[in-house]
C-alpha cells in the first residue's frame, strides 16, 4: 500500500466511485459481498487499490499547503518537479501570532524588523505525491496561492 487506507466513512462516501472500480474489474454486487465473508483478504486488497487511485488524484491536484505554529507559517507550493517554501519565522521576542485568523489585525510596523521571510525550493527527494501525502500527514492543510504570493512580494 502506497498511502493509507480509506476509512469505512471515507468508503461510503465514495460508494458510487467503488461500485464503478469493481465493475471495471468485472466484480459483481453478489461477488463483492461474497468476496468480503470468504476471501477477507482478496476483498482488503481491492480496498487498498482503491484507496491509492483515490489518494493519487486527490494529491496530483494539490498546489498549496499550509503550515503554522505560533511563530513560523510555512506556505509551499507543490509543483511538479519540485517543492518551493515561502514562509515567515518570528523573532523569540516578538507577540506576533501566526496561528491567528486574522494576522492582518496584529501586523504594523513594529512587527516588520521581528519576522524573517524565507524562501527555498528544492527538488522532491522521492515522488511528488508521496511528499506531498507526508505533508499533509505532518499537519499541513490544503489551500490557494494567496498568502504564498503575498509572502514571495515581500521578499522581493
Not at 494539490?62 to 517554501?85: A, G, M
Not at 496561528?99 to 528544492?122: L, M
Request: net charge negative; charged share 30%.
Amino acid at each position: 500500500m502506497k498511502y493509507k487506507r480509506l476509512t469505512t466513512e471515507e468508503l461510503n462516501a465514495l460508494e458510487p466511485e467503488f461500485i464503478n472500480f469493481l465493475a471495471a474489474a468485472q466484480i459483481t454486487g453478489p461477488d463483492w459481498d461474497k468476496m468480503k465473508k470468504k476471501e477477507l483478504s482478496k476483498a482488503d486488497e481491492l480496498i487498498e487499490v482503491f484507496s491509492d487511485m483515490v489518494y493519487e488524484k486527490v494529491l496530483s491536484k494539490i498546489k498549496f499547503l499550509e503550515y503554522r505554529e505560533k511563530t513560523t507559517l510555512n506556505i509551499f507550493n507543490c509543483k511538479e518537479e519540485q517543492i518551493e517554501l515561502v514562509g515567515m519565522r518570528v523573532n523569540e521576542h516578538s507577540q506576533l501570532d501566526l496561528t491567528a485568523t486574522d494576522i492582518s489585525s496584529q501586523w504594523s510596523e513594529s512587527h516588520a524588523n521581528a519576522v524573517n521571510v524565507i524562501k527555498t525550493e528544492r527538488p522532491y527527494s522521492k515522488e511528488r505525491n508521496l511528499e506531498v501525502f507526508d505533508l499533509l500527514q505532518s499537519g499541513c492543510l490544503i489551500t490557494d496561492d494567496k498568502l504564498f504570493t503575498i509572502l514571495k512580494e515581500m521578499i522581493k
